[in-house]
């Protein structure tokens, strides 16, 4: 018996508004509205980036005069403790939960994804983000750490996977002439959500603040509502193509066509984890985003002890010299430091996915390695010598090969494994990233306090993270460099494909999905109308306003805080 038989299967009945046949677009759909409601869902759950806005808000939760949880409570005591501030190592563990949980339920209901569709995926994303911010507001409102662990942690951390890979198949499809620029610009909305949510969360913060309270459970709440109405409008943005749609007029270059790394069969996500190339992609993810994430973390406080009062003038003064006011003035450069590696993190996500539809992924992913392995060695040599500038820009180049890295993967996937099952493939990768979040960190972290502990100047202490950091990138060149096509053998048979394409309510054209009993398409709009004519060009700018605007705002705001680094 054919499990894969629909609603449409049946005289009568007709697909629930976030069915995926719902979503297939009819002739006329113009494609560029989908990249504004992916980025529309990234945007909100970039947030996650931007969480170290509340740390100090929320450490003073409980009340001016309660003392901060002492070092003693064990963080299963604190979870549950009222009467005292959280530490913020322990809130700190959300971001940990937060990436942990996006590669674990990117990689669990990534194959659900493909078949129930985007608009379904980004629906139950946008339940999870929002609603774990809910919980969240609740367990700061009764002082309860464990509601937020929950809630953002868990629950928050199942939007972000669910609403990441969302849109990957998609657009994928959408853009097969433009593969990496597609997913570049949806996943630069991923890097560009902090850089909206941090300034509108301290905003939100200063409005609702009292004397007696801090504002951030109001806060918590009004960006629940604020997001929820954007990922709504994303998700209910989705639409996907007909079975082997192509833009009009195109056909495959030579170049694409005669490329062995382009494949033209399909691999089932289920294969996956057995062969050869998708470990070693996985590997070059990992090295990439360990190398990347590490230092981003600590991006401020490595400025400041590194350059100390050369930032303000003051070469000879170190930073554990510095006083009060002279801490504050050096801060804030380094405040303006972080945002601007966070607009080239933001920038390169669609620069260098855009340009690895030129010059290939592998190739690309070799610059990566090759470029960053001398940048990270040269390091160490401009803070010794005290080149400020060059020490930002080898940062910022960086920070954009990191974000280049999220965002050309999923092309890379796309040309290795085929397009059908992209997305679940995706969301297996993304594990990669849950290891990363925790090695790099990990690395950076520890090895720094344990060169303080053994009296290494404030000054000194990165060199050698920056040396190790600059070895694994040579060991992700080399994964790069044994990348070869994937071998035929591990590609879905004709029968196999055509069943996974029904299993995936897909359609040779859009009049399939027709109810041929009440004669309303299904088809097109979301409402269930038919789509047979051009999209408006209204909608399409309007639909690009709504994600360019607030997306130039927090561009300005990062400028306006960049501009202190150069003063």
């Known amino acids: 018996m054919n499990t894969a038989t629909s609603t449409l299967d049946y005289p009568g009945a007709r697909p629930g508004l976030l069915s995926k046949e719902r979503t297939i677009a009819g002739p006329g759909f113009n494609r560029w509205l ?15 980036y931007g969480f170290s806005v509340f740390w100090l808000p929320l450490s003073k939760a409980a009340g001016a005069g309660a003392m901060t949880c002492p070092n003693t409570m064990s963080v299963f005591t604190e979870l549950f403790a009222t009467d005292c501030n959280w530490r913020i190592s322990t809130m700190g563990w959300m971001y940990t939960l937060f990436f942990v949980l996006l ?3 990117a990689a669990l209901w990534g194959g659900w994804l493909e078949r129930a569709g985007p608009r379904k995926a980004g629906v139950v994303s946008a339940l999870c983000w929002c609603g774990g911010l809910v919980i969240s507001a609740l367990g700061i409102y009764l002082h309860q750490m464990w509601m937020l662990w929950l809630g953002s942690g868990v629950i928050g951390g199942i939007g972000l996977g669910l609403g990441y890979i969302s849109p990957v198949s998609t657009l994928i499809k959408w853009f097969p002439d433009r593969r990496g620029m597609a997913t570049g610009m949806a996943i630069m909305g991923f890097g560009g959500g902090a850089m909206i949510g941090a300034p509108l969360a301290d905003m939100l913060m200063r409005h609702y603040a009292t004397p007696g309270t801090t504002g951030v459970w109001q806060t918590f709440l009004t960006m629940a509502i604020i997001y929820f109405a954007f990922m709504m409008s994303g998700a209910m943005g989705y639409r996907v193509p007909v079975t082997g749609w192509k833009p009009a007029g195109w056909t495959p270059p030579p170049s694409q066509a005669q490329n062995a790394m382009i494949t033209k069969g399909h691999v089932h996500v289920k294969r996956v984890w057995g062969i050869p190339q998708f470990w070693l992609v996985w590997l070059v993810l990992c090295l990439n985003v360990t190398a990347g994430i590490g230092i981003l973390g600590m991006a401020s406080p490595l400025l400041q002890e590194v350059f100390g009062g050369r930032l303000i003038g003051e070469p000879g003064v170190a930073f554990t010299a510095l006083n009060p006011q002279q801490l504050g003035a050096i801060a804030a450069i380094a405040a303006g ?8 993190n933001i920038g390169g996500r669609f620069f260098w996915a855009s340009m690895s539809d030129k010059l290939g992924r592998k190739l690309t ?10 940048l990270y060695a040269a390091i160490p040599w401009t803070a010794h010598t005290g080149q400020l500038a060059l020490f930002v820009a080898a940062f910022c180049v960086i920070l954009s090969m990191y974000g280049g890295g999220f965002a050309t993967v999923p092309a890379y996937l796309a040309d290795l494994f085929g397009t059908q099952m992209v997305g679940a493939i995706h969301g297996r990768l993304l594990t990669a990233w849950s290891a990363a979040g925790i090695f790099g960190p990990v690395l950076v972290n520890y090895i720094r306090e344990y060169q303080l502990n053994h009296g290494v100047p404030r000054a000194q202490v990165y060199d050698i993270t920056m040396y190790i950091l600059a070895g694994m990138l040579v060991v992700g060149f080399l994964c790069n460099l044994a990348i070869r096509p994937v071998n035929p053998k591990y590609f879905m048979t004709d029968d196999e494909l055509a069943r996974e394409k029904a299993l995936a309510h897909e359609r040779a054209s859009a009049a399939e999905v027709r109810d041929t009993r009440s004669g309303i398409s299904v088809t097109g709009t979301g409402a269930g109308t038919a789509a047979l004519s ?3 060009q209204a909608l399409v700018i309007a639909a690009w306003a709504c994600v360019v605007i607030p997306l130039a705002w927090g561009v300005w705001i990062t400028l306006q805080k960049a501009v202190v680094l150069f003063q």
């Open 34 to 48: 989908v990249p504004p409601a992916a980025l529309a869902i990234h945007l909100c759950i970039g947030m996650a």
């Open 337 to 344: 430091f972080t945002g601007l590696i966070s607009l080239f």
């Open 534 to 536: 051009q999209t408006p």
């Open 103 to 105: 590669g674990c339920s």
């Open 365 to 374: 992913y070799l610059i990566f390695f090759v470029l960053g392995f001398i």
